[in-house]
């Protein structure tokens, strides 16, 4: 590891104990953006209407112009997201500018798009890749709606992996993969660094998409085995996995700090309390600085849409909020692996 390279990570390492600290006095900030750089993508997922949204994107000048302000505000982490944002040329400057500051860089793609070459170059600005895969070939390819989507994805791991980039996989539970999960991650050890999951939303669960009780129940049961067996390759704690059982069952507690801890960037640069609420405005970033939208009394009118909102056991929020609140051994080594 090159000098640049240790004081990058010891920047992000700190930025995670201050916001921890500030977290744990009281004083919440701003400290995870999952940054929707596009509206466009290649898959027709079940239950994602991404690819129907007709979003303008920033220009590589104005994107560079908001990680520069997100950086500047102390965010700890950005997940680079979409749409598909691989389907961005400039994604690697984007990603490579914010990492140059000190930000954690998180890329959140479906992994059909990556060649070779294009792992070489993603490996050198993201800290970590999250590929979605929700089964095996027929499962994952009929949620993600097109044919060999699956193949790709295997692919795109072993260029990843052959890059020194650290690789983990996203399954979304739902009816179709819950008898095929934990088989799928137990196939998956000594291929990727991590997985992880999460129910499909929004909550409640959409009938047509939730699984039933027993195949729930059996689930768990595995994923907390396979958790005590391997505790860092199971990405979520133990609180969180336990939690998807009651989500299911309609009886989870809400964990939020939506438009305080974390936030979410659509393509176009509007700043969202959370991406689930979409009446959750809290203004243009490209427009008015973040420092100034913060204390803003739209932020305020953002937090009152929230309050609204029934929860989710969303990776890129609820699971942040219970990381806080309940930080875990793994979550601990992981930190000063990564220093």
Not at 54 to 78: C, H, P, R, S, Y
Not at 170 to 190: H, P, R, W
Not at 287 to 311: F, I, N
Not at 318 to 327: A, D, E, F, Q, V
């Amino acid at each position: 590891m090159s000098d640049l390279e240790k004081t990058l990570r010891l920047r992000s390492v700190y930025r995670v104990l201050s916001s921890y600290l500030r977290f744990k006095m009281g004083k919440p900030r701003l400290s995870y953006i999952v940054y929707c750089c596009t509206a466009r993508c290649n898959l027709r997922c079940v239950f994602c209407n991404w690819w129907r949204c007709n979003i303008e994107e920033l220009k590589t000048g104005d994107a560079l112009k908001v990680v520069g302000q997100l950086a500047d505000f102390g965010v700890v982490a950005i997940d680079f997201s979409g749409g598909e944002p691989t389907l961005r040329e400039d994604l690697e400057i984007l990603a490579g500018d914010a990492r140059e500051r000190g930000v954690y860089t998180v890329l959140s793609t479906n992994g059909t798009t990556i060649t070779g070459s294009r792992a070489k170059s993603l490996s050198r600005v993201f800290d970590v890749v999250n590929i979605s895969l929700d089964g095996f070939e027929y499962t994952h390819d009929s949620t993600r709606g097109v044919t060999g989507t699956y193949r790709r994805v295997l692919k795109t791991i072993q260029h990843l992996r052959e890059n020194n980039v650290k690789v983990g996989i996203d399954l979304t539970i739902y009816s179709a993969n819950v008898d095929e999960a934990v088989q799928l991650f137990k196939n998956l050890i000594g291929a990727v660094d991590f997985v992880s999951f999460q129910p499909v939303m929004p909550y409640p669960p959409p009938v047509e998409l939730k699984p039933e009780s027993e195949k729930v129940n059996m689930l768990i049961k595995s994923l907390l085995e396979l958790k005590e067996d391997m505790p860092q390759f199971i990405a979520p704690t133990r609180w969180y996995i336990e939690a998807v059982e009651r989500y299911f069952q309609c009886g989870m507690s809400k964990i939020c700090d939506a438009g305080t801890l974390y936030a979410m960037i659509d393509p176009d640069g509007t700043l969202l309390a959370c991406n689930a609420v979409r009446g959750s405005v809290i203004g243009k970033i490209t427009e008015t600085p973040l420092k100034d939208l913060w204390v803003s009394g739209k932020r305020a009118h953002a937090l009152k849409a929230v309050d609204s909102c029934r929860g989710c056991l969303s990776q890129c929020t609820t699971l942040i909020s219970m990381s806080y609140r309940k930080p875990s051994l793994e979550t601990i080594k992981s930190l000063v692996n990564y220093a």
